[in-house]
């Protein structure tokens, strides 16, 4: 893989409650000085419009090509950011683990505030990757976001949610299918 940290911004957006010291997402913005978390306002109380809000102007806020880097419920907030279809900046979209915030059982009621989940293509290349034992999100949904956003799709079995409790530390397998996205762009 090429050093993509010279030519692209990656956006890391966690989900629910932040990414943890744990979580691959943490790792990746230590080990990559292109890496910025976007942060939110309320981590535990999402609001839409203000997380939305601050990934545009995480986006606005610089001139290289940006890559998002989202993990669960950001993968819905990346699904809002790109119904509007204007890219600006952002070249592609990683998708982990998306929750889906319509499902009653298994999902915070604060994340209903995100419902419905935008089925709209995604304006620049995407990759949804996806775990066989997610609780937060069946499979066959997750492949019907991946259709309905125009994504490519990877199914990992048994990964559970693809976060801390996985303990993928830096997580190699994740690097492997940010540098193919990377390829697409």
């Given at each position: 893989?090429?050093d993509?940290?010279?030519?692209?911004?990656?956006?890391?957006?966690?989900g629910?409650n932040?990414s943890g010291?744990?979580?691959?997402?943490?790792y990746?913005c230590?080990?990559?000085?292109?890496?910025?978390?976007?942060?939110?306002?309320?981590?535990?109380n999402?609001?839409?419009?203000?997380?939305l809000?601050?990934?545009?102007?995480?986006?606005?806020?610089g001139?290289?090509?940006a890559?998002?880097?989202?993990?669960?419920?950001s993968?819905s907030l990346?699904?809002?950011?790109?119904?509007r279809?204007?890219?600006?900046?952002v070249k592609?979209v990683l998708?982990?683990?998306p929750?889906?915030v319509?499902?009653p059982?298994?999902?915070?009621?604060?994340?209903?505030?995100?419902?419905?989940?935008?089925l709209?293509p995604?304006?620049?290349?995407s990759?949804v990757?996806?775990?066989?034992?997610?609780?937060?999100?069946?499979v066959?949904?997750?492949r019907h976001?991946?259709?309905?956003?125009?994504?490519?799709?990877c199914?990992?079995?048994e990964?559970?949610?693809?976060?801390?409790?996985?303990?993928?530390g830096?997580?190699?397998?994740?690097l492997l299918l940010?540098?193919?996205?990377?390829?697409?762009?």
């Open positions: 893989m090429r993509a940290t010279n030519d692209y911004d990656f956006l890391v957006l966690p629910l932040n010291v744990d979580h691959w997402q943490s990746w230590l080990a990559f000085r292109n890496a910025t978390r976007v942060l939110q306002d309320s981590w535990d999402p609001r839409p419009e203000a997380w809000k601050n990934l545009d102007a995480a986006i606005a806020g001139t290289r090509p890559i998002l880097i989202c993990h669960s419920l993968c990346a699904a809002h950011w790109a119904a279809g204007q890219p600006g900046r592609a998708l982990v683990a929750s889906d319509e499902r059982e298994n999902t915070p009621d604060s994340v209903r505030t995100f419902a419905p989940m935008p709209k995604f304006p620049v290349p990759l990757v996806e775990s066989t034992d997610d609780p937060y999100v069946k066959e949904r997750a976001f991946a259709k309905a956003w125009g994504s490519d799709y199914e990992i079995p990964l559970g949610h693809i976060n801390s409790a996985s303990k993928l830096f997580w190699p397998q994740g940010l540098g193919q996205l990377l390829a697409r762009v």
